[in-house]
């Protein structure tokens, strides 16, 4: 069982920057994808950066391309979301997920394909 524990969270005017971290217990594996989604309200969740330990190869939602950066500190067990010029539009619950195994890079952001979760952080961009 893998636990995820979100932190970073917090509120910004638009433009601004905020490091978002998630810290996983240990893995029983070094093959496994970790991702971060988001859901604002009233909306669905959306996957919006993953990656995957074999190859390195991570991927991101369109909408944060060259703004959002996802990193790993393998040594800590800990992901990060470095998210720059952020917009109103950015406001949402942000979660950590992560879980076993190969899938295609085009299910990097399906939730469907992450076993574990973390509670979240809340993201607030104002204008």
């Known amino acids: 069982q893998v636990q995820l524990v979100e932190s970073g969270g917090g509120s910004v005017q638009a433009g601004g920057s905020l490091r978002l971290s998630c810290a996983a217990s240990?893995?029983?594996?070094?093959?496994?994808?970790m991702a971060w989604f988001r859901q604002a309200p009233g909306k669905e969740r959306e996957g919006v950066a993953a990656?995957?330990?074999?190859?390195?190869?991570?991927v991101y939602t369109n909408s944060v391309k060259g703004r959002f950066t996802l990193s790993q500190d393998n040594a800590k067990n800990t992901m990060y979301l470095q998210m720059n010029s952020l917009k109103p539009e950015d406001t949402a619950m942000y979660y950590c997920?992560?879980?076993?195994?190969?899938?295609?890079?085009?299910?990097?952001?399906?939730?469907?394909?992450?076993?574990?979760w973390g509670q979240g952080t809340q993201v607030t961009v104002s204008s």
């Open positions: 240990e893995f029983t594996s070094t093959d496994y994808r």
């Open positions: 997920a992560a879980g076993y195994g190969y899938t295609s890079y085009r299910r990097y952001l399906r939730q469907e394909d992450y076993n574990y």
């Open positions: 990656t995957y330990t074999i190859g390195g190869s991570t």
